[in-house]
């Protein structure tokens, strides 16, 4: 079990995340914010890059800064950019890593191959990663991420610049890992993880807004979101969150308390969520 307990972090007078407390058992967690909300302080936090200016970290109750490389023995990260050798097949970089952590050499061998097919590169195993895409290289960096066979896997924003088809296969590849380990994952893109994040962490102000299910996040504008047809003015107290295109043409949809005029009930997503909690960032 990981526990951040009542954590804050400052850059001198700027306050990052102010009094944070959460804590994560096996699953799949997505961070959701907008870019500057605080995502990436906390997973650096959680990774030990950086201190918390208060407050503590624990793993099973113990510091995680006092656990050192024992904590770190038992963490997967892969950050927006990892770094590896263009020259190198997947084959080798998974070698060299395994180096790095000390992973006795015949074990590494029966996990790397593992760990290929689990990835869905074990045709191009030995093919230069420079000639990679965006999304074969994100699946070696999970690989990487996984050598030492992780308790804790955190992802920040692995699925920026990816198309349509990468980011489906990685959203699988996520849900398959998180079976008996904590998954942490950060992005600004819904759509990432409404599908696979049984709880989803928002942050706002600089402070935890909740720490729920997509379904309950969803729940709190039930009957708050209305479509009505593309050109419709909003009025004052309605906020425009979307436009789609419907089955009659184009339709916006709007949060309002009172129904508006013309107005159909629809049930609110993620996005919806999103965009109205976020609303003065998007004003």
């Given at each position: 079990m990981l526990s951040v307990e009542h954590v804050t972090k400052k850059y001198g007078d700027f306050t990052a995340l102010e009094d944070i407390s959460l804590t994560f058992t096996p699953g799949v967690y997505g961070l959701l914010a907008p870019n500057g909300a605080g995502k990436t302080t906390l997973i650096k936090m959680l990774?030990?890059?950086?201190?918390?200016?208060?407050?503590?970290?624990?793993?099973?109750?113990?510091?995680?800064?006092?656990?050192?490389?024992?904590?770190?023995?038992?963490?997967?990260?892969?950050?927006?950019?990892?770094?590896?050798y263009p020259g190198y097949s997947p084959r080798q970089f998974l070698r060299y890593a395994a180096a790095l952590q000390c992973i006795p050499r015949r074990e590494a061998e029966e996990r790397i191959e593992r760990l290929l097919k689990l990835v869905g590169l074990e045709d191009v195993a030995n093919k230069k990663l420079k000639k990679f895409s965006g999304g074969m290289l994100q699946r070696v960096g999970i690989a990487q991420a996984m050598l030492n066979e992780p308790e804790l896997l955190i992802l920040d924003e692995p699925t920026a610049g990816l198309d349509p088809r990468e980011r489906v296969r990685f959203r699988n590849l996520?849900?398959?890992?998180?079976?008996?380990?904590?998954?942490?994952?950060?992005?600004?893109?819904?759509?990432d993880i409404e599908t696979i994040a049984g709880q989803i962490v928002m942050f706002r102000d600089h402070r935890l807004y909740c720490c729920d299910?997509?379904?309950?996040?969803?729940?709190?504008?039930?009957?708050?979101?209305?479509?009505?047809?593309?050109?419709?003015?909003?009025?004052?107290?309605q906020f425009l969150l979307s436009e789609r295109q419907g089955e009659n043409g184009a339709v916006v949809r709007l949060?309002?308390?009172?129904?508006?005029?013309?107005g159909a009930a629809v049930t609110p997503g993620l996005e919806d969520a999103f965009l109205a909690i976020y609303r003065e960032e998007a004003e």
């Open positions: 990774t030990t890059l950086l201190f918390p200016t208060s407050g503590q970290i624990l793993w099973n109750g113990e510091d995680i800064h006092s656990l050192d490389e024992n904590y770190r023995g038992l963490l997967g990260y892969l950050p927006q950019e990892f770094g590896y996520i849900h398959s890992l998180a079976s008996d380990r904590i998954v942490i994952l950060s992005t600004h893109i819904v759509s299910s997509p379904a309950s996040i969803c729940a709190r504008f039930q009957g708050k979101v209305f479509e009505v047809p593309a050109g419709t003015e909003a009025e004052p107290g949060l309002c308390d009172v129904p508006p005029v013309g």
